[in-house]
């Protein structure tokens, strides 16, 4: 009795607790962040080289190696990838230096300025020439991807691709509120059942929680499919990262998959209560009255 209650009591606390993770992962944008002051850096060190006449700017990656490749340290092993990786994208430190990245950290519902990576950023904000955040867009517009210097082979790629990561994005949120939705029904359910005494409302509540589980496991499975299609998209040149901006997820993830593992606990915690806890008492005390010859007992 004292097992099935302990269970019971674990997986319902288990279950809001998760809920609050779940909630502020959601509320929050630090899913997936960059930082590109390293390549920031870089870019300024190029714009800042000599221009004066008679000087010829060679850079690193350009100079000849002396020792063999099978003896190439780490560092020119990482410089010799670079390299051929510009080479086969047709990209020089000119060509990556002319696009525009920045340190940002995005959620479900906008995409941000990192706070202090920037001074040059911060400094427009402060002025009100732009806004520290911007929208997710969860509609389609084909306008947005016009571009008149690309082909029209490689325009219907990218609105192709567009439409993709928009399915991806609606998939995560939907699933995720699905999800949020489920597990506070169910802990609605468990919290009345412990009122009423029927353990039949827990067996519920706690399929109630492995669905929402499930949900949850769908939201963050295409969430890191989102992310990796992004960065994967043709053509790579303006879609792929440099190699010195360092990208990763953040906080708001792992606070969503660990919401994710105490709503699995919780479910099979309430799943498992009722079938330890003895059946309730009848209601009534004396039994059902029965015909015994011919009287009424």
Request: glycine share 8%.
């Amino acid at each position: 009795m004292a097992t099935g209650k302990w269970l019971l009591y674990t997986g319902l606390c288990l279950s809001l607790v998760a809920l609050c993770f779940l909630t502020i992962a959601i509320s929050s944008d630090h899913w997936y962040e960059t930082d590109a002051r390293r390549y920031k850096e870089r870019c300024r060190t190029f714009s800042n080289r000599r221009s004066d006449p008679g000087f010829i700017y060679i850079p690193n990656h350009s100079l000849p190696l002396r020792a063999s490749r099978a003896n190439l340290d780490r560092w020119e092993s990482r410089l010799l990838l670079t390299r051929n990786r510009r080479q086969l994208f047709a990209m020089s430190a000119a060509d990556e230096c002319s696009r525009r990245y920045n340190s940002t950290n995005m959620g479900l519902w906008s995409k941000c300025y990192r706070v202090g990576f920037d001074p040059d950023i911060e400094e427009l904000i402060q002025k009100g020439t732009i806004e520290r955040c911007s929208f997710i867009k969860y509609y389609y517009s084909s306008s947005a991807v016009t571009r008149k210097d690309l082909s029209y082979n490689i325009t219907k790629t990218i609105q192709q691709d567009d439409w993709h990561a928009l399915h991806l994005r609606r998939m995560t949120a939907g699933f995720m509120g699905m999800a949020l939705s489920i597990i506070l029904f169910g802990w609605t359910i468990g919290v009345l059942g412990c009122c009423w005494q029927q353990g039949l409302m827990h067996y519920v509540a706690g399929l109630l929680f492995l669905m929402g589980g499930t949900f949850c496991i769908i939201s963050l499975c295409t969430c890191v499919a989102g992310i990796n299609f992004e960065l994967s998209r043709y053509p790579r040149y303006l879609f792929s990262l440099p190699d010195d901006i360092s990208h990763g997820y953040g906080w708001s993830m792992f606070s969503a998959w660990g919401g994710l593992g105490l709503t699995l606990i919780a479910g099979f915690f309430c799943t498992l209560a009722p079938s330890i806890q003895p059946p309730p008492p009848s209601r009534t005390s004396c039994p059902k009255s029965r015909m015994e010859n011919g009287t009424v007992c």
